[in-house]
């Protein structure tokens, strides 16, 4: 069965930095598309980062030069870095398998304020 | 970066067909994929690739993609189909390979 575990959301203030964890089960992060999309309360989906197989990364404008995407092959889990966070930021993170994307995490929350 | 529009709300009455539009510059020209999210749950894709339909959603759920329009088509509307979607433009070529649009929430009246 697949399964994927976001960790590391909270509170943060502008300017910090946070890196979120996404633990995978049932397939291997190397061997698929893996993006990460956000959600602000009451807002729709934004897709933030996509790593292909291949390793080819991409960002969003929005955060392009902030957040670096990742992932280890031998803990089978993605990462979402993200540096100078900004009001703006706050939403739940999801990380998601394949395209379409067929698997969500449960989500983490970040929340941006001082 | 690649801009997609979808109307922020659609209503339909029971039984009436549904259309939801995702509006972007030649996205004929590239797939498409709808996710229909209800409260508090994460998004299931109803539509992908334009217009192939994953096991488990019904007949009723179709889609289409041509020139700077895609839509997604509910026929013979329910009231389980109230809930948002969201398409989401997908170009493996580009530098924002998977925007999505700001989402619709269907109403049923």
Known sequence: EVQLVETGGGLIQPGGSLRLSCAASGFSVSSTYMSWVRQAPGKGLEWISIIYAGSYTYYADSVKGRFSI?????????????????????AVYYCAREVPIINWGQGTLVTVSS | SYVVTQPPSVSVAPGETAKITCGGNNIGSKSVH?????PGQAPVVVIYYDSDRPSGIPERFSGSNSG???????????????????????DSRSDHPGVFGGGTKLTVL
Do not use: F, P
């Open chain 2, 34 to 38: 709808w996710y229909r999210q209800k």
């Open chain 1, 70 to 90: 990742s992932r280890d092959i031998s803990k089978n889990t993605l990462y979402l870095q993200m540096n100078s966070l900004r009001a703006e930021d706050t």
């Open chain 2, 68 to 90: 700077n329009t895609a839509t997604l088509t509910i026929s013979r509307v329910e009231a389980g189909d109230e809930a948002d979607y969201h398409c989401q433009m997908w």
